[in-house]
């Protein structure tokens, strides 16, 4: 058992964290005031993420998590064909800024539908659509959830997707559409029912949506605690008798579980490990706050309860690190499916964890953790909707629980 990291590991970490450093750190301050001077119209484009995505571009850290075997080698959108392991490591780097993941066209959703649409699209497909996410110039969203169906069970999603002659047409309600909100979004992967009446897993499909299809609405942008999340979002959309053509179906009918299953194994592992990125910002602030104020007498950081915090703190990180990367090692190694116990184990332990760091940092802070000032509000918020995001943690500790009672079985 190795724990050193190989040279090409240090090699596309390293970029990674130089980039950070250079052009994204110090543009914190640009994208802030960008923000604000966009007053109420807060869902535009921010000028500064398209030109650090034009500096990333230029110095190839772009596409980064596709995996070597998504493209052709001769694919000018290939990028650098990081394994899973690779792109972790990177990964944690981009999650300790917000907008960064975008900056290296590594962002969420669009990763996980341009994985969709290289393993189960088209050639049609792909060059109206993974082409220009690729480039950067398009973004995308993931519609699954569904707010009148508990749709943790996605057997329970109801949209209907209805054949009639050479089109699919569209009927339904969708929430968490997140990245509706952006003006760049062009192309939605909605997941529904073809067929109610197969059996129960073959019922789904998945269909590529444009967004300016006759008869989409956007009803609303959901708020996270209050945050907007602009320019990117969360909408609530309805489809009323959205026709699109047949050609846009995915794979074929009855096939959403097995495209859901492909993209959600290596997205769940990229929200970990930027959980992990978020969870050693929140603990920075935390010591320098703690070295920072006096009360009783003595610096924050000298009380024992302080120090016990900030301990378990580290001890936390570098646990769930561990696991997040053996999960992201098994899934280079012998896949998604075998590594599934891995993945679930990560998929809860890293935004729980972080959620308690960040927790612990707000309490550092007292009532300006609560405030805007420390960032860590906002944090808190974006961290807890990862207990839900890609499946809520009591489905994956469902299947922990699964497979460890299945040690046992006579």
């Known amino acids: 058992m190795d724990f050193s990291m190989s040279q090409r590991q240090q090699h596309w970490q390293g970029r990674v964290k130089d980039f950070m450093q250079k052009h994204v750190y110090p543009a914190i301050p640009v994208y802030t005031a960008q923000m604000k001077a966009f007053g109420d119209n807060r869902w535009q484009v921010v000028p500064v993420v398209e030109e650090l995505k034009a500096v990333a571009k230029a110095e190839g850290l772009w596409n980064l998590f596709l995996p070597k075997d998504s493209l052709p080698e001769d694919s000018p959108y290939r990028g650098a064909g990081l394994t899973n392991l690779e792109y972790a490591l990177c990964a944690e780097e ?27 699209g088209s050639e049609a497909h792909k060059k109206e659509w993974m082409e220009p996410l690729l480039q950067g110039k398009i973004r995308s969203a993931f519609l699954m959830t569904e707010p009148d169906v508990a749709s943790s069970d996605a057997t329970n999603i109801e949209t209907s997707i209805r054949r009639d002659g050479d089109h699919y047409v569209i009927n339904g309600r969708k929430w968490w559409s997140s990245g509706v909100g952006d003006p760049r979004c062009k192309i939605a992967i909605v997941m529904g029912k073809t067929d109610p009446d197969a059996p129960r897993h073959a019922q789904q499909s998945q269909v590529l949506v444009p967004l300016d299809t006759p008869g989409i609405e956007i009803v609303r942008m959901l708020p996270v605690f209050g945050f907007d999340d602009a320019p990117h979002g969360h909408a609530e959309v309805v489809f009323r008798d959205v026709r699109v053509p047949a050609s846009n179906l995915l794979l074929g009918e009855g096939r959403g579980f097995e495209i859901a299953q492909g993209r959600l ?48 703190a580290r001890i936390d990180i570098e646990m769930t690190r561990l696991l997040c990367l053996k999960a992201a090692d098994m899934m280079d190694k012998v896949g ?12 809860v332990q890293a935004p729980r964890m972080a959620l308690q760091i960040i927790d612990d940092a707000i309490q550092a802070f007292g009532a300006a953790g609560v405030s805007s000032d420390a960032g860590l509000a906002k944090q808190y918020a974006s961290m807890r909707t990862m207990r839900i995001a890609d499946g809520p943690d009591e489905v994956h500790n469902r299947t922990i629980a699964q497979l460890e009672y299945g040690k046992y079985r006579g």
């Not at 981009?94 to 993941?101: L, N």
């Not at 706050?289 to 309860?305: I, M, P, V």
């Open 94 to 120: 981009m999650g300790r800024v917000g907008f960064a993941s975008e900056v290296f066209n590594c962002s969420a959703p669009d990763t996980g539908n341009m994985e969709v649409l290289a393993r189960y």
């Open 265 to 312: 194994g290596p997205g769940r592992i990229h929200h970990c490990m930027r959980s992990i990125g978020s969870a050693e910002v929140a603990l920075e602030k935390m010591v320098r706050r703690l070295q920072a104020r006096t009360a009783f007498g003595k610096k924050l950081s000298d009380h024992s309860l302080w120090e016990e915090r900030v301990a378990t």
């Open 336 to 347: 998604n499916k075998v590594a599934r116990l891995e993945i679930a184990m990560i998929k």
